[in-house]
């Protein structure tokens, strides 16, 4: 927060930027200026906050230092601007002549360009829930109550300044018990936008997957939640229901019902990814997984994200929700109709994102009934819209701190503040994991999950989401980024864009960049990143994805990589890793590749082998690599641990789950395999033949799949070592950044951040943004902005 700083004066005007609107900031000016005796005014402007006091000027003071030290906990103040005088002077920028009789909240105003943030959607406040199960409040379980402090925000707004006439509560008409709330200034649904009861606001309904309404018995509960108990009876009986939320439809079933969680699987065209768990509290969700403080922590988070987890052995939860994985995500309910399932009614229900694999979430109740009817048997729906969609949020914890995986709802809108001003730019972000990012100022403003744009309706929703966050935001973009790859569907969006200067912004650079913004400590420098994934177009027309680069935010040149391997078969090699297993052998062996005695070989039908081989040759259909992911997947296969997989990343990630608990990275050379690099011109190649015959001659005495795991994690831990050794000594450069979505693997990323640090090299990795490919938008927008 920046505080221009004041003199000892009479009568002051102060500007508040920042998230200031919706989260009872201005019930809380109004209650300190009254406890400090001020006059004047307070109102929401398109910058923000407004403010007029006039006063003693021990009485101001006094009111400027609770204001810094005790805005609402939802607040975050970012710049405080004000004008100020003993009594107006009458001056373009000075404060009006005395003659406020009291302190008073006047309606909000529209002045010239956007500077106010919007607030995302948080969690129910205990107040709220406290409120919600008193049967003698009244609004005693209520699906939708909500104060200053809590509920909908950014999935529920159409326009700014965060008014009711501009959010999806227009619709509902406040009753007088409602009304006299949000007009006391004193109350905690002062101005509460989605400020409702039962006799005003949005209602539940339960209809069938026909689309008819369902009855039910009261069973006691006021009738307006009689819905939701409905729902509960049919969860009970193994049944899927789909559950609108905050952002979007969840698929929620009973997380101990084998049946029903193969039953959503197979529905819902999900064979193997984990599915996530939404659990009451703490205590239960000790039960079958492992917590650790800081876990504890994150999963409390006003934000509620989904937070990954080490699932306890033996416990009651069905063996679909995660097969063939040690880690899983599950959160704690975040609205009122969660708390409400979840009410001494089931140890967990799995609530996976209301879509059909690969497609977008559906938001709205008709478009869900169309899209979901084939999967959910019961639709637990409600009629206050969702304008923007929303998923959950996803993290993990790394050293101790929270970890995005996904960065969407609760931390959307929230920008990433950034070093210097850059025009306005669009990042239109990578095929897979979508985000965009808008910039504004200093501020870089980047999109909830949007998810793989590889069919239309992802590409609706990239294009909803842009136009929708440009307008709320006020931007109008002067510079586009897109990824260089061309056949991208948001490289193909941008190229269509008119009136704007086009700006390629190849994909590891924009991964080293996004991590670099969030880190201004590193904005100006040069730096050796290492970016890590499983694809990316390079400068050369190959795919990268294993590169070291000398960077800043403006440009890159390309310091180590992997040697090429082909990848047969194209991107089929992505679902069927045993492709790029036999690649390596073939890389490695040359015609010899069958003298090798590995299992792997036997497991492939000769014809198979045959084709593959052949591509090979022929260089047809076999693009050259450079990628670490397909490193790792074809290492997953070698050793028989993953021959096709049904997730994107599935075979890494059983490959470091392969690795115990508690094993770490040994300095005893046994404990990793021997490898060499060669100089190409100015580039550093690291050589694989040598790794993948260290690894045929451990599958060959059989060592046990977790060791020749961790020691293939270690040997790669080693290599980067040695790289960036080697670039200090002839670059001068100490600082190491690392981004890509091999950086998900926490192995890699702890034991590789902890050996450069321990050979003095300053180490940033990501806090804000995904490591993956979530993050490129705002490296995109960056590197941009800046050329």
């Known amino acids: 927060m920046v505080v221009e700083q004041s003199t000892k004066i009479q009568c002051l005007k102060l500007v508040i930027n920042g998230i200031v609107q919706g989260v009872g900031f201005r019930p809380f000016i109004y209650r300190i200026a009254k406890e400090n005796n001020l006059k004047g005014y307070v109102l929401n402007n398109s910058h923000g906050v407004e403010i007029i006091v006039e006063g003693e000027r021990e009485h101001i003071d006094a009111f400027l230092y609770e204001i810094q030290h005790n805005a609402p906990p939802l607040a975050h103040i970012t710049h405080i601007h004000f004008v100020e005088g003993k009594s107006a002077s009458g001056g373009k920028e000075s404060p009006p002549k005395n003659g406020f009789t009291d302190f008073t909240i006047l309606d909000s105003k529209e002045n010239g360009e956007t500077a106010t943030l919007i607030a995302p959607d948080i969690a129910v406040c205990d107040d709220c829930l406290k409120e919600l199960f008193d049967p003698y409040d009244r609004r005693y379980l209520y699906p939708f109550i909500n104060c200053t402090n809590c509920g909908p925000r950014y999935t529920i707004i ?411 078969g194209g991107e089929k090699v992505i679902k069927e890793p045993w492709r790029m297993g036999l690649s390596y052998l073939y890389h490695a062996f040359g015609e010899n590749l069958f003298d090798a005695n590995v299992n792997f070989l036997h497991d492939i039908e000769t014809n198979k082998k045959d084709i593959i081989l052949k591509l090979i040759d022929t260089k047809l259909n076999a693009p050259l690599t450079s990628s670490c992911g397909r490193l790792f997947d074809g290492v997953a296969a070698l050793i028989g641990l993953r021959e096709t997989v049904r997730y994107e990343g599935q075979a890494a990630v059983e490959l470091e789950n392969t690795i115990p608990v508690g094993w770490k990275f040994f300095d005893n050379p046994g404990e990793r395999y021997t490898f060499s690099l060669y100089q190409q011109k100015e580039t550093k190649i690291i050589r694989l033949t040598e790794l993948i015959k260290n690894i045929v001659h451990d599958i060959e005495r059989k060592e046990k799949k977790e060791v020749i795991s961790c020691k293939f994690h270690n040997t790669l831990i080693e290599i980067f070592k040695e790289i960036c050794i080697q670039l200090r000594a002839e670059r001068k450069i100490n600082t190491v950044v690392l981004s890509g979505g091999c950086f998900q693997n926490m192995y890699l990323l702890s034991h590789l951040k902890s050996l450069l640090e321990k050979y003095n090299f300053t180490v940033y990795s990501h806090a804000q943004v995904p490591t993956n490919d979530g993050g490129i938008a705002l490296g995109q927008a960056v590197a941009a902005g800046l050329t």
């Not at 018990?177 to 101005?191: A, G, S, T």
Request: net charge negative.
């Open 158 to 568: 159409d326009d700014i300044p965060y008014d009711r006439i501009h959010t999806s509560m227009k619709h509902f008409i406040m009753c007088p018990e409602c009304q006299r709330e949000y007009d006391d200034p004193l109350d905690r649904r002062f101005h509460a936008q989605p400020n409702a009861c039962p006799k005003c606001g949005p209602k539940v309904e339960l209809l069938d997957n026909s689309g008819n309404k369902v009855g039910g018995e009261n069973h006691g509960y006021a009738h307006y939640s009689a819905p939701i108990v409905r729902a509960i009876e049919f969860l009970k009986m193994g049944k899927i229901v789909a559950v609108k939320g905050l952002g979007g439809f969840h698929l929620a079933c009973d997380a101990e019902n084998d049946e029903a969680v193969q039953t959503l699987r197979k529905r819902k065209q999900r064979e193997e990814k984990p599915l996530a768990v939404m659990a009451k509290d703490i205590r239960t969700i000790k039960t079958f997984a492992f917590i650790e403080p800081e876990e504890e922590r994150l999963l409390s988070l006003i934000q509620r994200p989904v937070a990954l987890l080490r699932e306890k052995m033996h416990n009651t939860l069905s063996e679909n929700v995660a097969p063939h994985n040690n880690y899983f995500g599950v959160l704690l309910p975040y609205t009122p109709i969660h708390y409400i399932l979840l009410n001494n009614t089931f140890k967990a229900l799995v609530m996976t994102s209301g879509n059909i694999s690969e497609e977008p979430i559906a938001t709205g109740n008709r478009e869900a009934l169309e899209r979901l009817s084939t999967i959910a048997d019961y639709f637990l729906l409600h009629d206050r819209d969702i304008y923007i969609r929303n998923d959950d949020s996803v993290y993990r914890v790394f050293e101790k701190k929270p970890y995005p995986i996904r960065r969407s709802r609760g931390f959307v809108p929230v920008p990433v503040f950034l070093s210097k001003e850059i025009p306005p730019v669009f990042g239109c972000g990578a095929e897979l994991k979508n985000t965009i990012c808008l910039t504004r100022g200093n501020k870089a403003f980047l999109s909830q999950h949007i998810g793989d744009m590889e069919n239309y309706e992802t590409l609706k929703s990239f294009d909803l989401t842009y136009n929708r966050l440009k307008n709320i935001l006020e931007i109008e973009p002067e510079i586009v980024a897109y990824d260089l790859h061309p056949d991208y569907l948001s490289t193909a969006y941008a190229l269509e864009l008119t009136g704007k200067k086009l700006v390629g912004v190849q994909h590891h650079h924009a991964h080293i960049v996004s991590c670099m913004a969030e880190n201004p400590a590193v904005s100006d420098e040069e730096v050796i990143g290492i970016s890590l994934d499983g694809t990316g177009y390079g400068l050369d027309g190959r795919i990268w994805g294993g590169e070291v680069l000398i960077a800043t935010l403006r440009s890159f040149e390309r310091a180590a990589h992997f040697e090429y391997v082909p990848m047969p």
